[in-house]
Nanobody, 115 residues
């Protein structure tokens, strides 16, 4: 079955950077579009970014455009999210998923942006 395991979160100061990873198994990763979604405390799931199967097209929410970069390594079945210039409002649990609604997401990785 689909298994997605996120990692790379942590506590970072405003303006800092983190790189999230998501290792996929149980399906043909290289044929799927993949998504990052996040859930801030007390809020619903929010789509952050997604990427096509080949990694040639990427899409971003306005709130992260220019600061976050999504990428993938199909040989390693791994999805990435490079985050720069982090803001307190980026604090959330980040999930990789099969779609923008968070289908199949893993346990998530906590990102906390605070001074």
């Amino acid at each position: 079955q689909v298994q997605l395991v996120e990692s790379g979160g942590g506590l970072v100061q405003p303006g800092g950077s983190l790189r999230l990873s998501c290792v996929a198994s149980g399906f043909t990763f290289s044929t799927y579009w993949m998504y990052w979604v996040r859930q801030a405390p007390g809020k619903g799931l929010e789509w952050v970014s997604h990427i096509n199967a080949l990694g040639s097209s990427t899409y971003y929410a306005e709130s992260v455009k220019g600061r976050f970069t999504i990428s993938r390594d199909n040989a390693k079945n791994t999805l990435y999210l490079q985050m720069h210039n982090l803001k307190p409002e980026d604090t959330a649990v980040y999930y990789c998923a099969e779609d923008s609604k968070g289908t199949g997401r893993g346990q998530g990785t906590q990102v906390t942006v605070s001074s």
